[in-house]
């Protein structure tokens, strides 16, 4: 899949609320081509999209943060690739790792007794999600 030629190449940083991304859509959210995020995944260990069963790439939103954060780095901060690949080694290094989230308490279950059904929701739709991409 490819990026018309007339598509805008202005960013768009509000990252839609789906599991997976075809490198179509990350272009444009990215506001670069395809063929820069082809090769990026070979200068970037850790920016290494899933491929489908059908061999399309299918990247995450770490994934696509991860492409915002490249971009920001190589163009607004002016690092080489080689000063941003040692930058986000370095960093992910130096970043601790996240506590677990918390069982919600008894009192979070009593005040909020429908979450389950907003679960049920959030999962249906991503659910979705992955059967377009899949179609």
């Given at each position: 899949?490819?990026?018309?030629?007339n598509?805008?190449?202005?960013?768009?940083?509000?990252?839609?609320?789906?599991?997976y991304?075809?490198?179509?859509?990350?272009?444009?959210?990215?506001?670069?081509k395809?063929?820069?995020?082809?090769?990026w995944?070979?200068?970037?260990?850790?920016?290494?999209?899933?491929?489908?069963?059908?061999?399309h790439?299918?990247?995450?939103?770490?994934?696509?943060?991860?492409?915002?954060?490249?971009?920001?780095?190589?163009?607004?901060?002016?690092?080489?690739?080689?000063?941003?690949?040692?930058?986000?080694?370095?960093?992910?290094?130096?970043?601790?790792?996240r506590?677990k989230?918390a069982?919600?308490?008894?009192?979070?279950?009593?005040?909020?007794?429908?979450?389950?059904?907003?679960?049920?929701?959030?999962?249906?739709?991503?659910?979705?999600?992955?059967?377009?991409?899949?179609?």
């Open positions: 899949m490819s990026v018309p030629e598509a805008p190449l202005q960013p768009a940083y509000e990252i839609p609320d789906k599991l991304f075809r490198i179509g859509e990350v272009a444009r959210l990215a506001g670069i395809p063929y820069v995020l082809r090769f995944e070979t200068e970037f260990s850790s920016l290494g999209p899933r491929k489908s069963g059908t061999g790439r299918l990247y995450r939103r770490k994934d696509v943060e991860l492409v915002l954060e490249i971009k920001r780095l190589l163009y607004e901060q002016r690092f080489t690739i080689e000063g941003a690949r040692k930058f986000l080694d370095s960093r992910g290094k130096s970043e601790a790792p506590e989230p069982k919600p308490s008894t009192v979070q279950r009593d005040l909020f007794p429908d979450s389950s059904s907003a679960l049920i929701d959030t999962v249906r739709k991503e659910l979705q999600a992955l059967a377009e991409i899949l179609k």
